[in-house]
């Protein structure tokens, strides 16, 4: 099946520091993906929606200057994390939907970010 | 309103039992909607997608079923296993706006 990969799965920074997720579908094109956050024991929450070649759509509430999002290729898109404090340590998740296909919503493994 | 609620909230059953999860949805116009496990520290991994005209449709152990006109979809785990401890998510897709709608899950605890 289709495979989503994220970069890294765990990163550790320091706070006011900046962190770079990277979300790359590894066997499709998608012109769409989204990026979640997870806190412990609850559901994904949607953050925003990344199309290539133009500028991501943010759910309320979520700052687009905080987590700058860029889907510069139709195989990659990156989330980064500006000026980290400890209450962004969470997971982040992926997903990708791949063109032409059936509309199924692959997922990356994740990103746990830790926020000193 | 587009929205998505599961239940129970979470669950705990003891190996070899049954179980079913419920997923109700308001969102409309209707897509599909898929069902994902997530174990702790992962993606999730879809376990089933179903359209509009889809009753039910199983993958192993696992068997969701859909009613399009009360808007509710069920999934159903036989003989559970302690590898099924995980969260189980509820997703519906909206046409046109190509909006996804997130439950919040259900998380199940299989227990020896």
């Known amino acids: 099946g289709a495979v989503v990969s994220q970069h890294p799965s765990r990163v550790i920074c320091k706070s006011g520091t900046s962190v770079k997720i990277e979300c790359r579908s590894l066997d499709f094109q998608a012109t769409t993906m989204f990026w979640y956050r997870q806190f412990p024991k609850q559901s994904l929450m949607l953050m925003a929606t990344?199309?290539?070649?133009?500028?991501?759509?943010?759910e309320q509430g979520v700052e687009k200057d905080k987590f700058l999002i860029n889907h510069a290729s139709l195989t990659l898109s990156t989330l980064t994390v500006t000026s980290a404090h400890p209450e962004d340590s969470s997971f982040y998740i992926c997903?990708?939907?791949?063109?032409?296909?059936?509309?199924?919503?692959?997922f990356g493994e994740g990103s746990r970010l830790t926020v000193l | 309103k587009n929205q998505v609620e599961q239940s129970p909230q979470s669950l705990i059953i003891l190996e070899g039992k049954n179980c079913t999860l419920q997923c109700n949805y308001t969102v409309s116009p209707f897509s599909n909607l898929r069902w994902y496990k997530q174990d702790t520290g992962r993606g999730p991994v879809s376990l089933t997608i179903?359209?509009?005209?889809?009753n039910t449709k199983s993958n192993g152990r696992y068997t969701a079923t859909l009613d399009a006109d009360t808007k509710q979809s069920s999934l159903h785990i036989t003989a559970s296993q302690l590898s099924d401890s995980a969260s189980y998510i509820c997703?519906?897709?909206?046409?046109?706006?190509?909006?996804?709608?997130f439950g919040t899950g259900t998380r199940l605890t299989v227990i020896p």
């Open positions: 997903s990708a939907i791949p063109e032409g296909g059936s509309g199924e919503l692959f």
């Open positions: 179903m359209t509009f005209s889809e």
């Open positions: 997703v519906v897709s909206a046409t046109l706006q190509a909006g996804l709608f």
């Open positions: 990344s199309n290539e070649g133009s500028k991501a759509t943010y």
